[in-house]
Structure formats: C-alpha cells, structure tokens
C-alpha cells in the first residue's frame, strides 16, 4: 500500500508542476488590467494569472522577489527597475497612453488654451504613476494659460483617480482614454493633446524568472502580435506602428 499511495503522490505532483509552469503570472499597471483581460479572453495557449496595481507599488514588489513572469508597465521599466530582474533586451512598448479630462458637468465646454476655474481635480499622483506625471505637465499648461484649480487630489494610479471621479469626490479628472469606456460615455471629456505632455510609453518586460519558461515567452511574442495590437487599439491605446 505505501509504494502505490506514493506513486499516487508523484503522479499528482507532476501534474501539479505541469499545471504551474503552464500559468503565465503577470504584473500589469491597473489602467491596462481591463485590456489584458480582453487579451486573455483571446489568447487560449496559456492560462494568464494577472495581478494589478500601480506602477510604483508593482515594481516594488518585483523588486522584492515577487514570482512574476511578465512586467506591464505604464511607463518605462529600464528607468525604475534594476537590470538584474529583466531579461536582456526584451523591453518593449506594447501600448501609448492617452490623457482625457472628464467632467460630471453636463453640456461643459473647455479650452486647453483659455483660462477658467476648476472646483477639484483627480489625477494619479506624479511621484509614482506614469499618467500622473503627464496629468502634471498638463496641469502645468494650463495654469499658465490662467486656470485656477482649487483642489488637487492624487491617487496613486490612474485608476483610483477614476474612482474618485466616480464616485465624485471631483467633479473633474484626467484619466486615460481606456478608461471612458468603462466610466460612462455620458461623461463629458475631451482628449488631451498630445503636444501638452510627454508620450505615454507603456512598456513590457520579461522577468529573469522566465528566460526558460515557454508560456511566459510565447504570451510575451503574443503582445507584439497584429491581433494584439488591434484588441489594444480598441481599448482607446495607440501603438508604434501609429
């Protein structure tokens, strides 16, 4: 009985190995985890385990030694992350951010070049979000065009500054585009040109942990593919190839 109860033991335990080196595990910046999930729902090699939060608090973690596979930032990782967690060259830009301002105003016009007042504003905080810096060199502007904003309040990404859009604890945001979608087209925004704020490179890395490790590798090439590219560009993103 012992020698079949272990044979038992090691067939699952095969099993179990192969069920985990199959499972892509990756780190996403929260404003693209709604893409990545459409990308999942497309990509049927590999199971993706995702886990989301901010840019600054996801390379903390890797930093630390968290078991990721893939890193999708919402910047760029070469400048935040040291070199010995990444795969030599792999760094890429998987998507280009967009900045929109919001309003709960209805019927509200805005100029980014004429000056106005503003009650409150949500953005993600620059200190560790990539769309908080641009959210700041757009505020920058627009104060020296003679915009008085009253209320400043960061999240600390771009996705809790939606939820405090949302759940209007400002009246106004600057959120991504990705975002529109799925907090209310009935909202009245406008796209952010581009000229006002430096481009939103969201860049992909694989981790040193998965150099070997051919699911990771493959979901990796995926991102780079022409059915990708079309799911991200949906999603309100630009890519290089625009």
Not at 102 to 120: G, I, W, Y
């Amino acid at each position: 009985m012992r020698i079949k109860h272990y044979t038992l033991l090691v067939f699952f335990t095969f099993f179990a190995d192969v069920s985990f080196s199959s499972e892509v595990r990756i780190a996403v910046a929260s404003n693209f985890k709604p893409t990545l999930e459409k990308l999942s729902n497309a990509y049927t090699q590999s199971k993706l385990s995702i886990s989301s939060a901010s840019t600054g608090k996801l390379t903390s973690q890797i930093s630390r030694g968290a078991p990721f596979d893939i890193f999708l930032s919402a910047g760029e990782v070469g400048t935040t992350l040291a070199p010995s967690f990444v795969v030599d060259d792999s760094e890429f830009t998987y998507a280009i951010g967009q900045l929109v301002l919001v309003t709960h105003e209805q019927n509200a016009k805005f100029e980014f070049d004429s000056p106005r007042e503003l009650d409150c504003i949500a953005y993600a905080n620059p200190a560790v979000a990539p769309y908080g810096r641009a959210a700041a060199e757009v505020i920058g502007h627009l104060e020296k065009v003679g915009v008085r904003i009253h209320k400043h309040v960061k999240g600390q990404s771009v996705a809790q500054a939606q939820q405090f859009f949302l759940s209007k604890a400002c009246n106004w945001a600057l959120i991504a585009q990705s975002q529109i979608t799925i907090t209310n087209k009935a909202h009245t925004h406008w796209l952010v040109p581009a000229k006002l704020y430096q481009p939103i490179r969201q860049n992909a890395v694989l981790l040193k942990r998965a150099h070997d490790n051919q699911h990771a590798l493959q979901f990796f090439n995926y991102l780079n593919s022409d059915e990708a590219k079309h799911i991200i560009v949906e999603a309100g993103y630009l890519t290089e190839a625009q």
